[in-house]
T-cell receptor, first 114, second 113 residues
Framework: EAGVAQSPRYKIIEKRQSVAFWCNPI?????LYWYQQILGQGPKLLIQ????????DSQLPKDRFSAERLKGVDSTLKIQPAKLEDSAVYLC????????????FGPGTRLTVL | GNSVTQMEGPVTLSEEAFLTINCTYT??????LFWYVQYPGEGLQLLLK?????DKGSNKGFEATYRKETTSFHLEKGSVQVSDSAVYFC????????????FGRGTSLIVHP
């Protein structure tokens, strides 16, 4: 079974530029998560999708971050414009359902904003 | 809101030593509890989980027991190996909180030969 795929693996941009990350979850997984992991901290949930609907986006900085999951499969996360404090690893995870179910994580995208 | 508190790292041990990493939580409902592990250069992966009080999760010699009375889920292993060196994350998923997952800060474990 293929795992969660993310691209790119690394990205370096200058502040005020835009960037987009892509995630393809495990086939058949209804729930998809985007996390921000700053160095030395645990993952912080940005947005959670159930199929193509948003379950929670309370910690997503909506003035600059956006995410979509068209057709309930793969997803993109965009930052526009980027700030220095957005430097982090962006993790995508999926699970077959909400609740007490195992999340499967992708390798992450390491973003550096200069 | 929900929260997970882990002991500060790094935890440094010699091979075959006993390991405990403390984790306590705050939740509005009756959460499921997880330990995830991140080996160097890899993504997070599930180590073990427990979905109700008094359940014990176990995997690869690691164990953790869901203690509702102390709101804890401490990770233990009787004899660590160098290959256990990694960052360990405690996490919860709370049905009273719409199943939004919450992670701790992570605890780095370094095992010396």
């Amino acid at each position: 079974e293929a795992g969660v795929a993310q691209s790119p693996r690394y990205k370096i941009i200058e502040k005020r530029q835009s960037v987009a990350f892509w995630c393809n979850p495990i086939s058949g997984h209804a729930t998809l998560y985007w996390y921000q992991q700053i160095l030395g901290q645990g993952p912080k949930l940005l947005i959670q999708f159930q199929n193509n609907g948003v379950v929670d986006d309370s910690q997503l900085p909506k003035d600059r971050f956006s995410a979509e999951r068209l057709k309930g499969v793969d997803s993109t996360l965009k930052i526009q414009p980027a700030k220095l404090e957005d430097s982090a690893v962006y993790l995508c995870a999926s699970s077959s359902r909400q609740g007490g179910d195992t999340q499967y994580f992708g390798p992450g995208t390491r973003l550096t904003v200069l | 809101g929900n929260s997970v508190t882990q002991m500060e790292g790094p935890v440094t041990l010699s091979e075959e030593a006993f390991l405990t990493i403390n984790c306590t939580y705050t939740a509005t409902g009756y959460p499921s509890l997880f330990w995830y592990v991140q080996y160097p250069g890899e993504g997070l992966q599930l180590l073990l989980k427990a979905t109700k009080a008094d359940d014990k999760g176990s995997n690869k010699g690691f164990e953790a027991t869901y203690r509702k009375e102390t709101t804890s889920f401490h990770l233990e292993k009787g004899s660590v190996q160098v290959s256990d060196s990694a960052v360990y994350f405690c996490a919860l998923s709370d049905p009273g909180g719409s199943y939004i997952p919450t992670f701790g800060r992570g605890t780095s474990l370094i095992v010396h030969p």
